[in-house]
């Protein structure tokens, strides 16, 4: 499998910088702080990080759907090196999306309209941005619905949601995806509420359209095992930031980040057995004061002095990049029993 | 030729379930207006021994909540038996059977709805005491408490704060502690990890790990996390669509899986090693789980298994045993 794949000319996606603000009662949630990432054609890029670091709202500023109370801040996207935010950019966004970038969401029931019919539901999306007729729609729904691995697609065109099962609602969902020949596909936790041998059908399948269609895909997941299995590269994201990227190999093998140490070492594997999991004391901070500094300082093994200056994300190999003062040193000892027993 | 050490006579289990059923009603009205009724579980057979963990693991609605609740008598078994501490319990009721709660409990999946969100840390931990009569006043446990909660881990300072003042895995300590403080032998603990993030789900195993250690605990732990389910577990035990399809000694089970629906299951279940992750095959069964109520006949992995012959969809394998301690109901294998 070819990794490089981000490297003939721009990117596809591009985001700069990025700072999303929600304006809540609690006070002014900073969701994210900063986020700098890119993506090549057919790559697949793993995004990883515990609940509230920020890997849905990236996803949702790339698809526009940031709403109220929500709000962009600052920092750019730009799709094949052209902005899309501003005026001008939101006008080209309206192009795209949906169309040459396209989105699967975790619930697919809260997705799929309940009470059209899926061959109607696919339909509409064939109608309106490729302009095709009822006829043409309806056949090329079929041909999607086989694509994805649904069989008797002809008859279960004219079936409802909920006679679907939670395997089959979510294919549904990635036929309605790949209807307009996506260039990129931003998958938001795919298979999460999904039973392993179903999930194991569905990236099965995202990872035969990725090499069929050429795709480029984004996966948001805290399954770092669904990571390892499709994704050439992978984001770890933390507290609104993204603290480490790189090729999946070199992550997963050797982790530059405290956190990501720590993250990898807190995960039982089926493979092995160990006495022991790490376990990272404390809870991510509140993102409405952030420290100030490195987010990790509170539950970081190594942290110091010069923690409490905010680390930039660096080089740290020529195709991986960290954000923390001392990466690549081991911040985990062998942990003993909870410091609760005497 | 030396003499083999002669085997430890086996402590006798803490929980003993033999042949048990679980039949739910469905809301759908059968022939003559009868409601309807369907299997949710069929022919339930384990042993859990003192001071250890069953691993239960199944996809959903395979009947793994179920068989915690009949377990604890939360729902009655249409068949079979539960034997706990040696006694009978299967139909125990009144007096004796709050009696007997007190020394099995449950521990939660969803560490935000199981807690009383107008109700205090003591006073959640503190509600187990008072309702089976042990103490009268809050104040009388106050010690008590502020031990439990140093034990799982919570600030001393977290007494008097509501459950919306914690996190997910603090939430999840508050149920441990009340689960705790009527010290019971023997903990049920459904899906007690799954909602919480990979960095605290670690925190909350060691701390089960740790109080099973100290407090010689028994679990029945119940997940649809394979890996989880393997560092925790002394034993495990596969649930298919109602029935238990294999159940061995946990290296054994995951190094030597039997059953070709155990076997599907673990190859289905991916590592954190891209390397690894990309040489392992996956066995992917096509088909779905079969609906509980017009189940197939014979064995209930039929309808997907490769290795099906005629008798497979007649008659339903029994669990049969193949090495020590490892039992698998199955046909061709
Ligand atoms: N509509 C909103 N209003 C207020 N705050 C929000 C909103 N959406 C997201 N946030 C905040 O932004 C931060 C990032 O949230 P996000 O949904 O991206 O997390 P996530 O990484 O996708 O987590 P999860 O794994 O739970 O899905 C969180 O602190 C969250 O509380
Ligand atoms: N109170 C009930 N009345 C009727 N049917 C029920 C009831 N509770 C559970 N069931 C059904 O019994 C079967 C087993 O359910 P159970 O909740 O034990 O599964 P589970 O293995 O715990 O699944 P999950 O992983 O989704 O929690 C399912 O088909 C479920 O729909
Ligand atoms: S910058 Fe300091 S506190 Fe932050 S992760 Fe690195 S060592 Fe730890
Ligand atoms: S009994 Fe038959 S159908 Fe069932 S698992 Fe064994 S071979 Fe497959
Ligand atoms: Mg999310
Ligand atoms: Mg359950």
Same mark, same amino acid.
């Given at each position: ?13 591009e985001v700069e910088k990025l700072k999303v ?11 994210l702080r900063g986020v700098t990432l ?23 500023a ?10 962009i801040a600052s920092g750019d996207i730009r ?6 935010l ?155 930031q993204i ?69 930039k994300l ?29 | ?218 679990? *029945?732990?119940? @997940? ?5 389910? &393997?560092?925790?577990?002394? %034993?495990?035990? #596969?649930? +298919?669509? /109602? ?21 599907? *299951?673990?190859? @289905? ?5 891209? &390397?690894?992750?990309?040489? %392992?095959?996956? #066995?992917? +069964?096509? /088909? ?46």
């Open positions: 499998m070819s990794v490089s794949a981000n490297s003939t000319g721009t990117p596809l996606l603000e929600f304006d809540t009662r609690r006070g002014l949630v900073q969701g890119s993506i090549g054609r057919g790559e697949t890029l793993g995004v990883v990080g515990e609940s509230g670091s920020g890997k849905s709202v990236t996803a949702q790339v698809m526009g759907l940031i709403d109220l109370p929500g709000r799709w094949k090196g052209r902005s899309l501003g005026s001008d950019g939101e006008r080209y966004a309206r192009d795209i999306r949906g169309k040459e970038v396209a989105m699967v969401f975790q619930d697919p029931m809260t997705s799929l309209n309940p009470v059209l019919k899926i061959g109607t539901q696919i339909g509409e999306v064939l109608e309106r941005h490729l302009g095709m007729t009822r006829a043409q729609a309806r056949n090329r729904a079929e041909e999607l619905l086989a694509a994805v691995g649904i069989s008797a697609p002809g008859r279960r065109l004219d079936q409802y949601p909920h006679e679907f099962s939670g395997g089959m609602r979510q294919r549904v969902m990635i036929a309605m995806a790949i209807a307009c020949e996506p260039e990129l596909l931003i998958a938001d936790e795919p298979t999460t509420a999904l039973d392993v041998t179903i999930q194991a059908q569905i990236l099965e399948l995202l990872a035969e359209l990725q090499q069929s269609l050429g795709l480029s895909v984004v996966l948001i997941t805290h399954d770092l095992g669904v990571v390892a299995g499709l994704c050439h590269r992978v984001a770890v994201m933390y507290a609104g603290i480490e990227t790189g090729l999946a190999e070199d992550v997963f093998e050797r982790p530059a980040h405290p956190y990501t140490q720590g993250l990898l070492r807190s995960t039982p594997r089926l493979d092995e057995v160990s006495d022991r999991l790490v376990s990272i004391e404390g809870t991510p901070p509140n993102l409405v004061t952030p420290p100030e500094g490195c987010s990790f300082q509170q539950r970081c093994p190594l942290s110091g002095e010069a923690c409490r200056k905010a680390p660096e080089h740290i190999r020529p195709d991986a990049e960290a954000a923390c003062w001392r990466p690549s040193v081991p911040a985990w000892a062998t942990p003993l029993m909870s410091p609760t027993f005497p | 030729m030396l003499n083999p050490v002669p085997a430890q006579p086996p402590a006798p289990p803490l929980l003993s379930v033999q042949g048990l059923d679980v039949t739910y009603e469905t809301g759908a009205q059968g022939f003559w207006g009868r409601p309807k009724a369907f299997k949710a579980l069929e022919d339930i057979s384990f042993d859990l021994h003192p001071g250890e963990t069953l691993g239960l693991v199944g996809e959903s609605g395979s009947g793994k909540t179920t068989t915690g609740r009949a377990v604890l008598r939360r729902i009655t078994a249409s068949a079979g038996k539960i034997v706990f501490q040696g006694k009978d319990i299967t139909h125990t009721k009144g007096e004796a059977l709050r009696k007997l709660r007190r020394n099995m409990q449950l521990v939660f999946q969803d560490p935000y709805a199981s807690l009383n969100p107008r109700m205090r840390v003591i006073d959640l931990v503190a509600e187990p005491l008072l309702v089976h009569g042990l103490i009268r006043h809050v104040d009388e446990a106050r010690d008590r408490i502020t031990e439990l909660l140093r034990i799982v881990g919570l600030p001393a300072d977290a007494h008097d704060r509501f459950p919306h003042a914690f996190s997910g895995g603090q939430r999840q300590r508050i149920g441990i502690a009340r689960a705790l403080a009527l010290q019971p032998e023997f903990i049920v603990a459904d899906e007690p990890v799954s909602a919480l993030d990979v960095s605290v789900r670690a925190q909350v195993v060691n701390l089960m790990q740790d109080l099973q250690r100290e407090l010689g605990l028994s679990y *029945l732990f119940i @997940a649809h996390d394979l890996s989880v389910v &393997r560092h925790i577990s002394h %034993r495990v035990a #596969i649930l +298919y669509a /109602g029935r238990m399809v294999e159940i061995a000694d946990r290296d054994d089970l995951y190094d030597h899986p039997i059953h070709p629906y155990t076997e599907a *299951l673990l190859s @289905a279940v991916p590592v954190p090693d891209p &390397r690894t992750q990309r040489q %392992r095959k996956r #066995i992917v +069964y096509g /088909g779905e789980i079969p609906d509980l109520v017009n189940p197939p006949a014979g064995c209930r992995f039929s309808t997907r298994c490769p290795l099906a012959t005629e008798q497979c969809h007649k008659e339903a394998p029994k669990l049969s045993e193949r090495s020590a301690g490892h039992l698998v109901a199955c046909w061709n294998r």
